[in-house]
């Protein structure tokens, strides 16, 4: 079983910079695609960005030039970078990660981008 843990969400101000991290553990074989998704309170959880095992990303329109995904493979780990935060970005970002037994998810990190 695959355990996703995201890490790094909290209150920024519109214009500033948060780095989130998720770290997977567990019986693990090949990790094929990491990725991150968000849902905003009322809204429907939205693709943000994924990084797939030859080096692909793949962003949101909405996040382009803004947000960043990078990803260690000897750690398992992905990460976002995402700078000139916006109070759109408001949401819970999950982590997900797709292998040959299926896609798993963490539990959700909260950034909230507010002055």
């Known amino acids: 079983q695959l355990q996703l843990v995201e890490s790094g969400g909290g209150l920024v101000q519109p214009g500033g910079s948060l780095r989130l991290s998720c770290s997977a553990s567990?019986?693990?074989?090949?990790?094929?695609?990491m990725g991150w998704y968000r849902q905003a309170p009322g809204k429907q959880r939205e693709f943000v960005a994924r990084?797939?095992?030859?080096?692909?990303?793949r962003y949101a329109d909405s996040v382009k030039g803004r947000f960043t995904i990078s990803r260690d493979n000897v750690e398992k780990t992905v990460y976002l970078q995402m700078n000139s935060l916006k109070p759109e970005d408001t949401a819970v970002y999950y982590c997900?990660?797709?292998?040959?037994?299926?896609?798993?998810w963490g539990l959700g990190t909260q950034v909230t981008v507010s002055s």
């Open positions: 997900s990660a797709t292998t040959s037994t299926g896609t798993y």
């Open positions: 990084y797939s095992n030859g080096g692909t990303t």
């Open positions: 567990g019986a693990i074989f090949r990790l094929d695609v």
